[in-house]
Every structure is written in structure tokens, then in C-alpha cells.
């Protein structure tokens, strides 16, 4: 143990003031700004920033992104100098060239009555006349028609640098040869000779119905009671006026001094320049958005971002020597203790700082451990040194010699009985002093993994309300120390898993955990059993690497990680409220916390440490932001193609406004909506919700998805809402566009009155013609068993009449002549040929057809019995063609016999010469043509000498044979039946035509 005295205290503390200062924010080409040289700017009216640059064309930042246009989108030029947002909604562009006009779907050219014209300011004036100032004079735009007021007044006719509107509905304009106060009839001009510092304007405003009018190298002139006065520097050169309308502050951006801002009531003014952050003193433009943050356009700087923070910053610049704090604890005499690096360790009351180092009777030692115990004394442990004890004059050391569990200190507390808890890399120590006496006497119990812990690596203790010693160890188990008894469950480090670097208790009761690299687990040391609930990055914490902890005054808990801060609120039920994340943007400067280096002050702020600097957020201020968003739509696609390139795109309107609904084809059913809002002061922490009104149940869940997709939507009518919020849970107003998608035409009613009329008609029809088939069907039936009892009919008929009853009568005469000769043999010969024949004719008579080879067999028969018959001579031919298979192609039965006999009775019998007979068979396209062919005294000379009974008979069976062949023709064209006279030589042909079937 080692002891020593402090001398001199009082001159210990350096005076070192500091305050909450602003900041700024640099947007440069680094974070997309097309060019550095910003040189408009317009705060619309759904809060993005559109700027105008110098060479990049236009830009428009919604706080985190830039989207750029130029020639590509439709802007003709990328020299922007003026901006401005009409009544209806439009964004005027001024270039070096002309004037846009944009209304957030295209981009539209007005040329002005002259080229070239190099714009520097637009205005409105109280007509809804659009007024431009320019190199080259004053225009308006009238009834959609530009016209110069330059030249009607005769004034103005050179570079009008600016022009404004007045709450009197008056326009203000100004150039090198003044102020001019512009009215129908003429101008009312101001100069140095009515008072002004300079003739040359540069910029014109009004607070409180007072002309604030900023000058090149004059200052700020202010018209008071028709006498002009100076505010601030009477020699500033002045680019742009703004008017802080709630806090009464008139802000200038200067050519060389970067901005000013001037409390009028008292013509004080403060300046902001490079020094203090700014990217550069030559600035452009100024404005402020609807969260009170100052933007400031610079040339060659870029965009500069104003704002208070959140947080007071405190690091080298405020006299603390180093800018790693590892460790803070709160002082009961105010303010609080920090350790600096290898610096010692400081005490910070008010606007105050007191350093105790090596300079001053202390140690340029690295502490990472603080405690005022509960009589004001400091405990500090070190890295390597042990443990040192200051009572306010005296400074005492404890490390491993005198029973310490290591000289690696990583966490000190008290407990309720006094006795101070030390965590270090080899265990914990416990130390009870002996108040009893002014000596420094102590007493060290030592607690180690082989008495009962669970890993000798202690990051971090906390004592509770039942005095129980909480600690957290490297191996990721959880424990605590009653009455010198260890507990600890496996089932805690198998759920925590990671390194516990920090440990804190809230006002509920609840101890929180910090892990490295499975986030935030908390639970509720009134349950007998304590259960841990999880708190990580599903849940909207920034980062699972946690390495502090800290619960407020307020019952918030912070949660350091790498790159900011994160405010967790859970309600006293255990339901998360919200996360609130803090990094550069809301003014938590210095990156990653240290570990377990927080704590809260007396005053109840909220002290982080971090590696680079030291970061105080006052608990009584209450940050919130209750700007709403206001949620617009991007864009509408439909089957993934912007609505702007489909048949809808007539129904969109200015800033993808639905004109009245959404009207869309059947076919058209896959919508995706793109929908955006406006956050400035935090644009990662904007949140959406939203539904589709007859589509969905409810509303989706609360997420930062800016996009809904809907595909395969039924016909019918929808309304798709869609709200933000931001991270304090202010909520938009909905965003609502009414839907409706068309009804297929076959849904409708009209087509399915018709559908239905068309199918009763079918039905008719088809049951007509059901009818008329079954009629047709009936009658072709009936017809057939007609036909075909006519050819049955007709077959008997022939069958009966096919062979002359004469023919047969000689047949028998001539077998008994035979037979009273004893001609025996020639008897049976012949009565062998003629029963063949009628065997031939009765089997024939079962078929519809026969084959030709058949048919020719019979007439052979038949003929050769004729001869034998006859008592003269004749010869016979039949003769097939080759085309002709005989045994393939069929013909009715014995439909030739009746025309042979025909041939021999009344065509060669009775003439006085050799009769012939030729029967002919020949194959033609599609039919089978028969002729009969005699060469005998021809159908004449033989009508002369017949008599009635064989005219009869003949005429019978001709009858006959001409029905069996018409019936059997009566689809075919061709003629079935003809008788040609022969004279050179006589004779008679007799030609059948019949159709081509086949009896294989």
C-alpha cells in the first residue's frame, strides 16, 4: 500500500467554459451531391431539399440521398440559380439558358421572348403570375404568354438579381441600380440617395411587416418608419436573406464570413464560419426546414446542415486532456468523474473542468473504473496498477501485493453495507475498511473460480435492492454474491451466449444486460425465478455488439454499441415501446462507447463515453420530434413498368396525384405502389404502415419498406391508404388513392344474359336439329327398309322373271328327246350344265353382290346351255378389262342375264348368219360400265315380228333390271342404263352402268 498527499487543490481545476454549440453536417459530391457549388434551394412542400448547383445540374435530398437530373431526365441545362415552388404545386427552374417548369412527372421548356437568358430569381406574384428575373430584364408570365415588364416601365433592363412578393401582396426587385418597388403602372426606386448603404441588391425579405434588404458589400439595410437602418456589419457582402419567423432571427449568407445570424431587437450577431464546422465561408443560400435546422448552400462547399444536437460533446478542445473515456461515475458534490485514457481522470461540474494527472499529485494512468463511494470518496481502478483510493486529500494504492485478485480493474461498487466490490481479470475482490479509525485499514476477501465462479474474467457488477453482488463474466454467465454464496445457472450463459460487458438496473426493478454480439437481454429481479427476455436487431436495436448500459431517471435504458447510441423504452408490463437510435446525425459524436462507461448525473443527464470524446444528453429536455412525415407517392407500377409508360398514365396528375380514381383494365392487376416521406432530422427513422381497403384484413406491419406490391387483384374497387411515423411515434396523415379494377367482360351482367340467351338459343338449336335429325334419321330409315323391300322386291321379281319360261321348257324337251334317242351320255352332260346353272342362280341370289368372276361363270353357263338349246348357231365373248380384278369388284346377281337372253331371242335368232354375242366388262373413274353386245337383226326388224307373250315377258324384265339399277344409282350423276342401235353391222349394245364395290 502507498500513500501521499495532494497539495495546492484549489488550483487544481482549470476553467475551461464550454455550452451546447451547433453543428454542422457537410453534404458534399462524397455523399452524392452532383456538384459542390450549390447555388439554389428550395424547401418543398413534402419537405425535400431541391437544390441548384453550379455545373451539376438539380438535385433533390431527402436527408440521407440525392437524386440528381439533368439533360438525361429532361433538364436542358446544368447551370441552376433560382427555385421556386408555385401555388399549384410546380417547381420552377432558373438555368443559364431559360426557364423549366417541373411537375414532378416531366420537365417543360419556356422560352421566353429572348435566348440565353441566365435566370437568377423567380416569384409568384398574388395574380398566380409567375415573374423571373434575368441578365437581360424583368419577365411575367400572362395568360400562358411571357412578356417583358422591362421594357413597358422602361427600368430593370440588366441583371435583376432578386425578387420577392411582400405579405401586401407588393413585388420587391432589385439590381445593381437599386431597389425597385414594381406596380402595373411603373416602379418606385430606391437608391443610396433615399438611404440605402449600396445600390447593389443582392436579396430582399420581411420580418414582421419590416423590407430587410441584403446588399453587395452594404450590409443588411431595414426600412423602420420610412428611414432605412443597418443590421450587423454596414460593409458585409450579402448573398441571401432568410427570416426565422418563430424566433425573430434574420439569417445571412455571406461572400467571405459564412453565415450571420442577427437578432434584430437588439442588432446583436453571431457568426458561424469554417472555424466552427462550416465547410466554407463563401455561401450562397439559406433556408430552414420545418424541423428549425439551417441549411446552407456554399460555392465550392457543398450543402452545410445546421442543427443543434442532441447531445453536448465534450473532448480536447474543452481542456480535458485525451479523448478515450473509459470510465464515468456520478458525484454526489455535482457533475461527474471521467477517466481520460492514460490521462488520469477529470471531475466536470458545470462549465467546469477539474484534471487530476501527474502534473497535479496523481498518475498518468489508464483507469477503466470508477466509484464515489457513499462517503464521497473515489476509488479508481487502473490498468496494471491496482486500485487507487482518494479521500479528498490524500491519495492511497492497493494492488496485488496487498491481496488484490489482480491489478487489471474492470468494474468497482459498493454494496449496501458498505464494502466495496472489485471485478477484475482474475476474480473479484472484496474490501471492507475499518472507518473506526482515520488510518486506511482494510480488509480483502477474494472470490475465484476455484471458490465457486464461474469464469475468473469479471467485466462488469451491480448491486440490487436485496444486496445481492450481480456480475457479468467473458464466458457469457451471469451470477450474483449473497452472503459470500455464489449463484449462478448455466441456463442463463446458454441463453446469453456472449461476452456481458455491462450491467445496469432500472427504476422497475428489471436488470438490464449489455452483451458483445447477442444484444440486450433484461428480466425482473422482483419474480423469484428471474426470466431474460431478448431485445436485438429483429427488434429495431441498432447493433447485438452492446458494450454499456444505462437506465435514466425516466425509466429509459441506453444502449452503447459501435456506432451511436440506441434509447430503449419498455413499458412496466415488459412491452418494447420503441428503440431510438443517436449517431452523428442527432449530435452523438465520437463512435464507438467504451465499455461499460456510462452513468447518470445528480441532474439526471445521461453521461457515454466513447473513443473519441465524451457525449452528455440531458434527461429533463425530452428530444422529441413531432414534425409528422408527410407520405407522397413515388410512383405506381404496373406489371413492373411505371404507370407513366401504360394506357393508365392519362389519370395521373401533377406529383403522381391520382386525379380522381384509379381506373385500371382487368388485365392490369399486378400494382406496386412507391411511396415515400420526409424525415430531416433523423431520415433513416421514417416508418410505413399500409393497407389495401378490400384486399386486406388490416394494416401491414410497421416497417421501413417503402414499397407495397399487390398482384392477381379480382375485378372490383379498392382503396389502397398508406400513413408514416417517425421515431417519436408521430404519425402522418393517410395517403389515400380509391382503386378500381375492371370487370372482365364475360363477368359482366350484360355478357351473361347474353352468354345465357346463347346458350337457351343453342340448346334450341341443337334440339331443332336433334329433332330434324331424328326426323331425317327416321325418314331415311323408313326410306331404306323401303329400298331395300323393293329390292327384295325386285330381286324375287327378277329371280322370277330372269329366266325365259320357254328356255327352260326346251331345256327338258331337249334332255327327253336325248333320252328317247338312248343319247344318254349327252343327256346327263346337259342336265349336269343346267342344274349347275340353277345351283349357281339360287346361291347368287342369297348375295347383294357377287363378284364379276361369279357373274361371268353364270352367263357362261347360261350361253352354253343356249346352244345347246337352240336350233341355230351363234358364238359368244366375254372380255374383262385389265384394270379389272374379277374376283375383287362386285355386281348385283344375274343383272346381265336378262339383256343376253334378251340378245338371243330377239337378236340373233331367225337371221341368216353367225350370231355373236360379247359381254364386256370395263373399269371407268367411278363406276364399272357392262354392255351386252349382239350382232343380230337389230330392235326394229325384231319389234315386227315378236309376239305379245315374249313382249311381255321381255318388256317385264327390263322393267326390272331398269329399277334395281336406278336404285342402285340414285346418288350418282352418270347414267346408269342405256340401249344403242347398231346398223353398220346390225345389232344392238346395251350399256350398264353401275358404282365401283369392292367384295373381297
Same mark, same amino acid.
Given at each position: 500500500?502507498?500513500?501521499?498527499?495532494?497539495?495546492?487543490f484549489?488550483?487544481?481545476?482549470?476553467?475551461c467554459?464550454?455550452?451546447?454549440?451547433?453543428?454542422?453536417q457537410?453534404?458534399?459530391?462524397?455523399?452524392g451531391?452532383p456538384?459542390?457549388q450549390?447555388?439554389?434551394?428550395l424547401m418543398?412542400n413534402?419537405?425535400?431539399?431541391?437544390l441548384g448547383?453550379?455545373?451539376g445540374?438539380?438535385?433533390v435530398?431527402?436527408?440521407?440521398?440525392?437524386?440528381?437530373?439533368?439533360?438525361?431526365?429532361g433538364? @436542358?441545362?446544368?447551370k441552376v440559380?433560382a427555385?421556386?415552388?408555385?401555388?399549384?404545386? &410546380?417547381?420552377?427552374i432558373?438555368t443559364?439558358?431559360?426557364?423549366?417548369s417541373?411537375n414532378?412527372?416531366?420537365?417543360?421548356?419556356?422560352e421566353?421572348?429572348?435566348?440565353?437568358?441566365v435566370?437568377?430569381? =423567380?416569384?409568384e406574384?398574388?395574380?398566380?403570375?409567375?415573374?423571373?428575373?434575368?441578365?437581360?430584364g424583368?419577365?411575367?408570365r400572362?395568360q400562358?404568354? #411571357?412578356e417583358?415588364?422591362?421594357?413597358?416601365?422602361?427600368?430593370?433592363?440588366?441583371?435583376?438579381?432578386?425578387i420577392?412578393?411582400?405579405?401586401?401582396?407588393?413585388?420587391?426587385?432589385?439590381?445593381?441600380?437599386?431597389l425597385?418597388?414594381?406596380?402595373?403602372m411603373g416602379?418606385?426606386?430606391?437608391?443610396?440617395?433615399?438611404?440605402?448603404t449600396?445600390?447593389?441588391?443582392?436579396?430582399?425579405? +420581411?420580418?414582421?411587416?419590416?423590407?430587410?434588404v441584403g446588399?453587395y458589400?452594404?450590409g @443588411?439595410?431595414v426600412?423602420i418608419?420610412?428611414?432605412?437602418?443597418v443590421?450587423?456589419?454596414?460593409?458585409?457582402i450579402?448573398n441571401?436573406?432568410?427570416?426565422?419567423?418563430?424566433s425573430?432571427?434574420?439569417?445571412?449568407a455571406?461572400?467571405?464570413?459564412?453565415?450571420?445570424?442577427i437578432?434584430?431587437?437588439n *442588432?446583436?450577431?453571431v457568426?458561424?464560419?469554417?472555424?466552427d464546422?462550416l465547410?466554407?465561408?463563401?455561401?450562397?443560400?439559406?433556408?430552414?426546414?420545418?424541423?428549425? *435546422?439551417?441549411w446552407?448552400?456554399?460555392?465550392?462547399?457543398?450543402l452545410?446542415?445546421?442543427?443543434?444536437?442532441?447531445?453536448?460533446?465534450?473532448?480536447?478542445?474543452?481542456?480535458?486532456?485525451?479523448?478515450?473515456?473509459?470510465?464515468?461515475?456520478?458525484?454526489?458534490?455535482?457533475?461527474?468523474?471521467v477517466?481520460?485514457?492514460?490521462?488520469?481522470?477529470?471531475?466536470?461540474? $458545470?462549465?467546469?473542468?477539474?484534471?487530476?494527472?501527474? %502534473?497535479? !499529485?496523481?498518475?498518468?494512468?489508464?483507469?477503466?473504473?470508477?466509484?464515489?463511494?457513499?462517503?464521497?470518496?473515489?476509488?479508481i481502478?487502473?490498468?496494471?496498477?491496482?486500485?487507487?483510493?482518494?479521500?479528498?486529500q490524500h491519495?492511497?494504492?492497493?494492488?496485488g501485493?496487498? !491481496?488484490?485478485?489482480?491489478? #487489471?480493474?474492470?468494474?468497482i461498487?459498493?454494496?449496501?453495507?458498505?464494502?466495496?466490490?472489485?471485478?477484475t481479470?482474475?476474480?473479484?475482490?472484496?474490501?471492507t475498511?475499518?472507518?473506526?479509525?482515520?488510518l486506511?485499514?482494510?480488509?480483502?476477501q477474494?472470490?475465484?473460480q476455484?471458490?465457486g465462479?464461474?469464469?475468473?474474467? =469479471?467485466n462488469t457488477?451491480?448491486v440490487?435492492?436485496?444486496?445481492?453482488?450481480?456480475?457479468?463474466?467473458?464466458? !457469457?454467465?451471469?451470477?450474483y454474491?449473497?452472503?459470500?454464496?455464489?449463484y449462478f445457472?448455466?441456463?442463463?450463459?446458454?441463453?446469453?451466449?456472449?461476452?456481458?460487458?455491462?450491467?445496469d438496473i432500472? %427504476?422497475?426493478?428489471?436488470l438490464?444486460?449489455?452483451t458483445e454480439?447477442?444484444?440486450?437481454?433484461?428480466?425482473?429481479?422482483?419474480?423469484?425465478?428471474?426470466?431474460?427476455?431478448?431485445?436485438?436487431?429483429?427488434?429495431?436495436?441498432?447493433?447485438?455488439?452492446?458494450?454499456?448500459?444505462?437506465?435514466?431517471l425516466?425509466?429509459r435504458?441506453?444502449a452503447?454499441?459501435?456506432?451511436g447510441?440506441?434509447?430503449?423504452?419498455?413499458?412496466?408490463?415488459?412491452e418494447?415501446?420503441?428503440?431510438?437510435?443517436?449517431?452523428?446525425?442527432?449530435?452523438?459524436l $465520437?463512435?464507438?462507447?467504451?465499455?461499460d462507461?456510462a452513468?447518470?448525473?445528480?441532474?439526471?443527464?445521461? #453521461?457515454?463515453?466513447?473513443?473519441d470524446?465524451?457525449?452528455?444528453f440531458?434527461?429533463?429536455?425530452?428530444?422529441?420530434?413531432?414534425v409528422?412525415?408527410?407520405?407522397?407517392?413515388?410512383?405506381?407500377?404496373?406489371?413492373y413498368?411505371?404507370?407513366?409508360n401504360t394506357?393508365?398514365?392519362?389519370?395521373?396528375?401533377d406529383?403522381?396525384?391520382?386525379?380522381?380514381?384509379?381506373?385500371?383494365?382487368?388485365?392490369?392487376?399486378?400494382?406496386?405502389?412507391?411511396?415515400?416521406?420526409?424525415?430531416?432530422? *433523423?431520415?433513416n427513422?421514417?416508418?410505413?404502415?399500409?393497407?389495401l381497403?378490400?384486399?386486406?384484413?388490416s394494416?401491414?406491419?410497421?416497417?421501413?419498406?417503402?414499397?407495397?406490391?399487390?398482384?392477381n387483384?379480382?375485378?372490383?374497387?379498392?382503396?389502397?391508404?398508406?400513413?408514416?411515423?417517425?421515431?417519436?411515434?408521430?404519425?402522418? +396523415?393517410?395517403?389515400?388513392?380509391?382503386?378500381?379494377?375492371?370487370?372482365?367482360?364475360?363477368?359482366?351482367? #350484360?355478357?351473361?344474359? %347474353?352468354?345465357?340467351?346463347?346458350?337457351?338459343m343453342?340448346?334450341?338449336i341443337i334440339?331443332?336439329?336433334?329433332f330434324l335429325?331424328?326426323r331425317r334419321?327416321?325418314?331415311?330409315?323408313?326410306?331404306m327398309?323401303?329400298?331395300?323391300?323393293?329390292?327384295?322386291?325386285?330381286?324375287?321379281?327378277?329371280?322370277?322373271?330372269?329366266?325365259?319360261p320357254?328356255?327352260?321348257? *326346251?331345256?327338258?324337251?331337249?334332255?327327253?328327246?336325248?333320252?328317247a334317242?338312248n343319247?344318254?351320255?349327252?343327256?346327263r352332260?346337259?342336265?349336269a350344265?343346267? %342344274?349347275?346353272?340353277?345351283?349357281?342362280?339360287l346361291e347368287?341370289?342369297r348375295?347383294?353382290?357377287?363378284?364379276?368372276?361369279?357373274?361371268?361363270?353364270?352367263?357362261?353357263?347360261?350361253?352354253?346351255l343356249e346352244?345347246?338349246?337352240?336350233?341355230?348357231?351363234?358364238?359368244y365373248?366375254i /372380255?374383262?378389262?385389265d384394270?379389272?380384278?374379277p374376283?375383287?369388284?362386285?355386281?348385283?346377281p344375274?343383272l346381265?342375264?336378262?339383256?343376253?337372253?334378251?340378245? /338371243?331371242?330377239?337378236g340373233?335368232?331367225? &337371221?341368216?348368219?353367225? !350370231?355373236?354375242i360379247t359381254?364386256?366388262?370395263?373399269?371407268?373413274?367411278?363406276? &364399272?360400265e357392262c354392255?351386252?353386245?349382239?350382232n343380230?337383226?337389230?330392235?326394229?326388224?325384231?319389234?315386227?315380228?315378236?309376239?305379245?307373250?315374249?313382249?311381255?315377258?321381255?318388256?317385264?324384265?327390263l322393267?326390272?333390271?331398269?329399277?334395281?339399277?336406278?336404285?342402285?344409282n340414285?346418288?350418282?350423276?352418270y347414267?346408269?342404263?342405256?340401249?344403242?342401235?347398231?346398223?353398220?353391222?346390225?345389232g344392238?349394245?346395251?350399256?350398264?352402268r353401275?358404282?365401283?364395290?369392292?367384295?373381297y
Open positions: 500500500m502507498k500513500a501521499w498527499n495532494v497539495i495546492l484549489s488550483v487544481l481545476f482549470c476553467l467554459g464550454f455550452a451546447q454549440k451547433s453543428q454542422f457537410v453534404f458534399s459530391v462524397e455523399e451531391l456538384q459542390s450549390v447555388y439554389a434551394m418543398d413534402n419537405h425535400r431539399i431541391w448547383t453550379k455545373g445540374g438539380l438535385t435530398f431527402d436527408g440521407a440521398k440525392f437524386k440528381n437530373f439533368g439533360e438525361k431526365e433538364l @436542358l441545362d446544368d440559380f427555385l421556386f415552388q408555385d401555388s399549384h404545386g &410546380i417547381i420552377w432558373g443559364s439558358k431559360n426557364v423549366v417541373f414532378g412527372l416531366e420537365f417543360t421548356y419556356h421566353l421572348i429572348t435566348d440565353n437568358l435566370v437568377s430569381a =423567380i416569384q406574384d398574388a395574380e398566380g403570375r409567375i415573374w423571373v428575373a434575368t441578365n437581360k424583368l419577365f411575367y400572362n400562358q404568354k #411571357w417583358s415588364y422591362s421594357e413597358k416601365v422602361g427600368a430593370l433592363m440588366v441583371d435583376v438579381s432578386c420577392f412578393l411582400d405579405d401586401e401582396g407588393v413585388l420587391w426587385a432589385g439590381n445593381d441600380d437599386g425597385f418597388k414594381l406596380s402595373e416602379y418606385e426606386q430606391f437608391t443610396i440617395h433615399e438611404g440605402l449600396s445600390n447593389k441588391v443582392r436579396s430582399i425579405n +420581411e420580418m414582421n411587416g419590416k423590407l430587410l446588399t458589400g452594404g @443588411l439595410n426600412l418608419n420610412g428611414e432605412w437602418r443590421l450587423g456589419d454596414p460593409k458585409e450579402i441571401d436573406v432568410y427570416v426565422d419567423h418563430e425573430e432571427h434574420v439569417w445571412l455571406t461572400h467571405n464570413h459564412g453565415i450571420v445570424q437578432r434584430p431587437e *442588432n446583436s450577431t457568426y458561424f464560419n469554417a472555424e464546422g465547410s466554407t465561408n463563401h455561401t450562397r443560400i439559406i433556408d430552414q426546414d420545418y424541423w428549425g *435546422n439551417i446552407v448552400g456554399t460555392s465550392g462547399g457543398g452545410n446542415k445546421m442543427f443543434t444536437p442532441n447531445f453536448v460533446h465534450f473532448n480536447e478542445d474543452n481542456g480535458i486532456k485525451g479523448k478515450m473515456f473509459y470510465a464515468i461515475e456520478k458525484s454526489r458534490y455535482g457533475g461527474v468523474w477517466s481520460t485514457g492514460s490521462n488520469g481522470v477529470a471531475r466536470i461540474i $458545470g462549465d467546469s473542468v477539474a484534471v487530476f494527472n501527474a %502534473s497535479n !499529485g496523481f498518475k498518468d494512468v489508464k483507469s477503466k473504473a470508477l466509484l464515489e463511494d457513499s462517503d464521497g470518496h473515489l476509488w481502478g487502473t490498468e496494471g496498477e491496482g486500485i487507487y483510493y482518494y479521500d479528498g491519495f492511497v494504492n492497493l494492488d501485493d496487498d !491481496g488484490l485478485a489482480d491489478n #487489471w480493474i474492470r468494474s461498487v459498493e454494496d449496501q453495507e458498505g464494502v466495496i466490490w472489485v471485478a481479470v482474475s476474480g473479484i475482490s472484496a474490501i475498511l475499518d472507518k473506526s479509525t482515520p486506511f485499514d482494510y480488509k480483502i477474494d472470490f475465484s476455484v471458490k465462479l464461474p469464469d475468473d474474467r =469479471i457488477m451491480i440490487d435492492d436485496d444486496n445481492r453482488k450481480w456480475f457479468g463474466c467473458q464466458s !457469457g454467465h451471469l451470477g454474491i449473497l452472503d459470500n454464496n455464489i445457472s448455466e441456463e442463463d450463459q446458454k441463453l446469453i451466449k456472449s461476452p456481458v460487458k455491462s450491467l432500472d %427504476s422497475e426493478n428489471r438490464w444486460i449489455a454480439g447477442n444484444g440486450v437481454f433484461w428480466g425482473d429481479l422482483d419474480n423469484q425465478f428471474v426470466n431474460f427476455n431478448r431485445i436485438g436487431t429483429s427488434k429495431g436495436l441498432n447493433n447485438n455488439n452492446v458494450y454499456l448500459i444505462q437506465a435514466d425516466k425509466n435504458v441506453w452503447g454499441a459501435g456506432s447510441v440506441d434509447e430503449i423504452s419498455v413499458s412496466s408490463s415488459g418494447l415501446i420503441y428503440i431510438k437510435h443517436y449517431s452523428k446525425n442527432e449530435g452523438f $465520437g463512435g464507438e462507447t467504451c465499455s462507461a452513468d447518470i448525473d445528480e441532474q439526471g443527464r445521461v #453521461w457515454i463515453g466513447t473513443l470524446g465524451l457525449n452528455c440531458s434527461a429533463k429536455k425530452g428530444f422529441v420530434n413531432d409528422p412525415p408527410k407520405v407522397f407517392l413515388d410512383d405506381i407500377t404496373i406489371f413498368e411505371s404507370i407513366l394506357s393508365a398514365k392519362d389519370q395521373i396528375s406529383w403522381f396525384t391520382v386525379k380522381d380514381k384509379l381506373h385500371l383494365h382487368h388485365t392490369q392487376n399486378h400494382l406496386s405502389f412507391h411511396f415515400d416521406a420526409i424525415n430531416l432530422i *433523423n431520415p427513422k421514417v416508418f410505413f404502415q399500409y393497407k381497403e378490400g384486399f386486406d384484413v394494416w401491414s406491419p410497421i416497417s421501413d419498406r417503402n414499397d407495397a406490391t399487390y398482384s387483384l379480382p375485378s372490383g374497387n379498392y382503396t389502397f391508404k398508406v400513413k408514416a411515423v417517425n421515431e417519436d411515434g408521430v404519425w402522418s +396523415e393517410e395517403l389515400v388513392i380509391p382503386i378500381e379494377v375492371s370487370i372482365p367482360y364475360w363477368k359482366t351482367t #350484360w355478357f351473361f344474359a %347474353s352468354v345465357v340467351s346463347g346458350i337457351l343453342v340448346i334450341g334440339v331443332l336439329l336433334i335429325r331424328y334419321r327416321t325418314k331415311e330409315e323408313r326410306e327398309l323401303r329400298i331395300e323391300r323393293n329390292m327384295l322386291e325386285l330381286e324375287q321379281k327378277t329371280l322370277r322373271l330372269q329366266m325365259n320357254h328356255f327352260i321348257f *326346251n331345256a327338258m324337251n331337249t334332255v327327253q328327246a336325248l333320252i334317242k343319247d344318254t351320255k349327252e343327256a352332260y346337259y342336265l350344265k343346267f %342344274s349347275k346353272l340353277m345351283r349357281k342362280i347368287n341370289s348375295h347383294s353382290f357377287i363378284s364379276i368372276q361369279d357373274e361371268m361363270e353364270t352367263l357362261e353357263n347360261y350361253l352354253n346352244k345347246l338349246n337352240t336350233d341355230f348357231p351363234f358364238d365373248e /372380255i374383262v378389262d384394270k379389272i380384278q374376283d375383287a369388284y362386285g355386281i348385283p344375274l346381265l342375264q336378262p339383256f343376253v337372253e334378251n340378245a /338371243i331371242v330377239h340373233i335368232k331367225e &337371221i341368216d348368219y353367225q !350370231g355373236k359381254v364386256r366388262f370395263i373399269l371407268k373413274e367411278n363406276y &364399272i354392255v351386252v353386245e349382239d343380230g337383226r337389230g330392235r326394229k326388224a325384231a319389234k315386227e315380228v315378236r309376239h305379245q307373250k315374249s313382249s311381255y315377258h321381255k318388256s317385264t324384265a322393267v326390272l333390271t331398269q329399277e334395281r339399277l336406278s336404285t342402285l340414285e346418288d350418282n350423276s347414267q346408269s342404263f342405256e340401249i344403242i342401235d347398231l346398223d353398220d353391222p346390225s344392238t349394245r346395251v350399256v350398264v353401275i358404282p365401283i364395290v369392292e367384295v
